[in-house]
């Protein structure tokens, strides 16, 4: 979490290319898990699950820098608990703004989903679970990647006209 938010630096929110670097470490990171779990046959042993719970690890904490880091305010990617009690929270202090929390509901429905996924792979193809975490997040840097790009070319347009 450290070496991400010394990347990141002190610049405001929102995505950034630094914000995408951080994104491609971590997803560099669980790709290496995604391999180091399918290379032992789903079965590390003792060492080698350590190792890789310790990666896995790290890229945790480097998703949690990026969504802090990307601006997005009461988002927790890492446990379905914070994202659970950010909704609660909005709904105990202030029932009538139901609507105000979607992004948080909407973030829950979304680690729920994740969680389902991961349990239903784990169960059905569990030498492929670490494959989906790998995959989601290089989605998203590839698709940040290319909104960024586009950005870029419309900025650089404007400035031309």
């Not at 560099?28 to 079965?43: E, H, I, M, R």
């Amino acid at each position: 979490m450290a070496g991400g938010t010394l990347h990141l630096g002190r610049g405001g929110p929102g995505w950034r290319r630094r914000t995408g670097a951080v994104a491609a470490a971590e997803a560099a990171l669980l790709v290496g898990v995604a391999a180091g779990w399918l290379s032992t046959a789903a079965s590390p042993g003792y060492a080698g699950g350590l190792a890789l719970l310790g990666v896995a690890s790290v890229a945790s904490g480097m998703q949690s820098v990026v969504t802090i880091g990307a601006g997005v305010r009461g988002a927790s990617t890492t446990y379905l608990t914070g994202s659970l009690t950010d909704v609660v929270r909005g709904v105990v202090f202030d029932p009538h703004r139901f609507a105000a929390g979607a992004g948080g509901v909407s973030r829950l429905l979304g680690l729920l989903g994740g969680a389902v996924l991961g349990a239903l792979t784990l169960r059905l193809a569990p030498i492929w679970a670490p494959t989906l975490a790998a995959a989601l997040v290089v989605g998203v840097v590839v698709v940040a990647a290319g909104l960024a790009r586009r950005t870029a070319r419309i900025a650089n347009r404007r400035g031309h006209e």
